[in-house]
């Protein structure tokens, strides 16, 4: 299993951004995928999840309103739209699934199995 993270960069402060995640093969269309993030000198912490089939979607409190998640299960991608950027935004954001089977939404990052490589979100004030 393959997660691909992609769309980070740089941008200005109120400015936004449009993550994808692509997942390798079908295992992505029944599974929850989360967004997470790590920013320099602190833990990975979660941001975003949508389960299988999109109807169950959970936000960190400090994304609310600014950021949304939505998923093509045709595509096998899951994005991440990011509106209204702060710099305290910046930070290597990750998509990750579970194993097959486990079907919540969950905001925990043990829960999650599958990794992507990370893409670099720098948000300038």
């Known amino acids: 299993v393959q997660l691909q993270a992609s769309g980070g960069g740089l941008v200005q402060a109120g400015g936004s951004l449009r993550l994808s995640c692509v997942a390798s093969?079908?295992?992505?269309?029944?599974?929850?995928v989360g967004w997470f993030r790590q920013a320099p000198g602190k833990e990975r912490e979660f941001v975003s999840t949508?389960?299988?089939?999109?109807?169950?979607?959970y936000y960190a409190d400090s994304v609310k309103g600014r950021f949304t998640i939505s998923r093509d299960n045709l595509a096998n991608t899951v994005y991440l739209q990011m509106n209204d950027l702060k710099p305290e935004d910046t930070a290597v954001y990750y998509c990750?699934?579970?194993?097959?089977?486990?079907?919540?939404?969950?905001?925990?990052?043990?829960?999650?199995?599958?990794w992507g490589q990370g893409t670099l979100v720098t948000v300038s004030s």
């Open positions: 990750a699934t579970r194993f097959p089977g486990n079907v919540v939404a969950s905001q925990q990052i043990s829960d999650y199995r599958y």
């Open positions: 093969g079908r295992i992505m269309s029944n599974s929850p």
């Open positions: 949508i389960n299988g089939n999109g109807y169950m979607i």
